[in-house]
C-alpha cells in the first residue's frame, strides 16, 4: 500500500512569488491534515479536511494560505505571495480513524 | 507556556542504555502520539495511546492521565534509534488534529 507522497520535496521561491504543495493521502483516507514546522519551532497545526470539507482550518496562519481538496483525494497549498516567514517543513498527514500517517514533507525556502 | 513538554531536549546516550523521554501535557486529550523522525526521513507514528501501557520490540510507552504524563523507554539502545522523538496529542474526538511538543533529539554513541 503506497504512503502519503508530497510534492515537491523542495522549493526554493523569492518572496512574491507563488507555490503550490500537493499531497496525495493514503487511498481511502477520509481525514486530511496539513502541519507546518518553522525553524527551531515545534510542528503546528495548518487545517484538517474530512473528504472534500475543510472541518478545521483555525491554524492557517493568514489569508495568503488557500488549501483545497479536490473530490477528496489529493490536496493542494498554495501560498500567494509567499513571506520569508513562510519557509518551513511543510507536512502532511492521513488517517481513517485516529492514527495518523505522515507524508515526507515539502521543505519550503523563501528568499 | 507550550501545551505539551518534553524533556530532555537533547539526550545523548552509550549503546545498550536504557532511554527515557517524558512528555508533559496541560489540557485534556483524546489520545497521546509518540513519533519518529530520522534525519532526513519522514514522521512516523510510534505509538498512540490514551490510557495503560503500550509495546513495541524495544520500544514501551506508557501514560498517567491523571499525572497528565507519558513517557516513551527504549531499552537496550542502538545507534539506529538516533533520531528525534516527537510527542503529540489529540483533544478532541472527531477532530483529531495534533498539537506537537518540540522533540527530543536522542544520539546513541555506539
Known amino acids: 500500500e503506497a504512503g502519503v507522497t508530497q510534492f515537491p520535496s523542495h522549493s526554493v521561491i523569492e518572496k512574491g512569488q507563488t507555490v503550490t504543495l500537493r499531497c496525495d493521502p493514503i487511498s481511502g483516507h477520509d481525514n486530511l491534515y496539513w502541519y507546518r514546522r518553522v525553524m527551531g519551532k515545534e510542528i503546528k497545526f495548518l487545517l484538517h479536511f474530512v473528504k472534500e470539507s475543510k472541518q478545521d482550518e483555525s491554524g492557517m496562519p493568514n489569508n495568503r494560505f488557500l488549501a483545497e481538496r479536490t473530490g477528496g483525494t489529493y490536496s493542494t497549498l498554495k501560498v500567494q505571495p509567499a513571506e520569508l516567514e513562510d519557509s518551513g517543513v511543510y507536512f502532511c498527514?492521513?488517517?481513517?480513524?485516529?492514527?495518523?500517517?505522515f507524508g515526507p514533507g515539502t521543505r519550503l525556502t523563501v528568499t | 507556556k507550550n501545551e505539551v513538554e518534553q524533556s530532555p531536549q537533547n539526550l545523548t546516550a552509550q549503546e545498550g542504555e536504557f532511554i527515557t523521554i517524558n512528555c508533559s501535557y496541560s489540557v485534556g486529550i483524546s489520545a497521546l502520539h509518540w513519533l519518529q523522525q530520522h534525519p532526513g526521513g519522514g514522521i512516523v507514528s510510534l505509538f498512540m495511546?490514551?490510557?495503560g501501557k503500550k509495546k513495541h520490540g524495544r520500544l514501551i510507552a506508557t501514560i498517567n492521565i491523571q499525572e497528565k504524563h507519558s513517557s516513551l523507554h527504549i531499552t537496550a539502545s542502538h545507534p539506529r534509534d538516533s533520531a528525534v522523538y516527537i510527542c503529540?496529542?489529540?483533544?478532541?474526538?472527531?477532530?483529531?488534529?495534533?498539537?506537537f511538543g518540540t522533540g527530543t533529539r536522542l544520539t546513541i554513541i555506539p
Open positions: 495511546l490514551s490510557s
Open positions: 503529540a496529542v489529540s483533544i478532541n474526538f472527531g477532530n483529531e488534529k495534533l498539537t
Open positions: 498527514a492521513s488517517s481513517q480513524v485516529a492514527e495518523q500517517y
